[in-house]
């Protein structure tokens, strides 16, 4: 079974940045496409950002210019650095792992956005 343990998450004032991290315990984590999601009190889970398996990387209109999705295939970890960051980005966060059929989830982590 791969596990996804996130981090990075916290209170950060508006304007600020936080690094989220997502490591995944699979020997083949570089197969995997990753993607980052987020879900509001109230609302669905979206999609916020992913990155290939190949480096390709795409992004929700509302952060494109304020977060980086990455990834390091030696430490098994995708990042999500997250600049400029506003109340609506407030949400819990959660890390994804896709190959063909299977989907794997992080347990999330709070991100609060607030004065």
């Known amino acids: 079974q791969v596990q996804l343990v996130e981090s990075g998450g916290g209170l950060v004032q508006p304007g600020g940045s936080l690094r989220l991290s997502c490591i995944v315990s699979s020997s083949t984590f570089s197969a995997y496409d990753m993607g980052w999601y987020r879900q509001a009190p109230g609302k669905q889970r979206d999609l916020v950002a992913t990155?290939?398996?190949?480096?390709?990387?795409d992004y929700i209109d509302s952060v494109k210019g304020r977060f980086t999705i990455a990834r390091d295939n030696a430490k098994k970890t995708v990042y999500l650095q997250m600049n400029s960051l506003k109340p609506e980005d407030t949400a819990v966060y959660y890390c994804?792992?896709?190959?063909?059929?299977?989907?794997?989830w992080g347990q999330g982590t709070q991100v609060t956005v607030s004065s």
């Open positions: 990155i290939t398996s190949g480096g390709s990387t």
């Open positions: 994804n792992a896709n190959r063909g059929k299977y989907h794997y």
